[in-house]
């Protein structure tokens, strides 16, 4: 059965740093794409950014560029985000999804979901 979970999120102060991972299993995650997305309290869900199966990454969501950086570990069957510089307005829940290549934002063309994990920034 294909399953994605992630894990590692939590609450930190702003400008503290945190990493989330999205292990799957029931398939190999190096033919696909993986993104990252994430949804706050009474908000759309968004593209946050995605990794394609050749570890090329982009960035959909232009307030975390520069801040949030995608890798993948094959070995470990595992996607990882890292967030750095969190911010008030990084608090959501987030989720990662995967599909065949290419990277899209939108989440309608993912077909696997983990159930997210919530990452919540304040003082």
């Known amino acids: 059965q294909l399953q994605l979970v992630e894990s590692g999120g939590g609450l930190v102060q702003p400008g503290q740093s945190l990493r989330l991972s999205c292990a799957a299993s029931?398939?190999?995650?190096?033919?696909?794409?993986i993104a990252w997305f994430h949804q706050a309290p009474g908000k759309e869900r968004e593209g946050v950014i995605c990794?394609?199966?050749?570890?090329?990454?982009?960035a959909f969501a232009d307030s975390v560029k520069g801040r949030f950086t995608i890798s993948r570990d094959n070995a470990k069957n595992t996607v990882y985000l890292q967030m750095s510089s969190l911010k008030p307005e990084d608090t959501a829940v987030y989720y990662c999804?995967?599909?065949?290549?290419?990277?899209?934002?939108?989440?309608?063309?993912?077909?696997?979901w983990g159930q997210g994990t919530q990452v919540t920034v304040s003082s």
């Open positions: 999804a995967s599909k065949r290549d290419p990277c899209r934002p939108r989440g309608r063309l993912y077909p696997h």
């Open positions: 029931g398939f190999t995650l190096d033919y696909y794409a």
């Open positions: 990794i394609s199966s050749a570890d090329s990454s982009t």
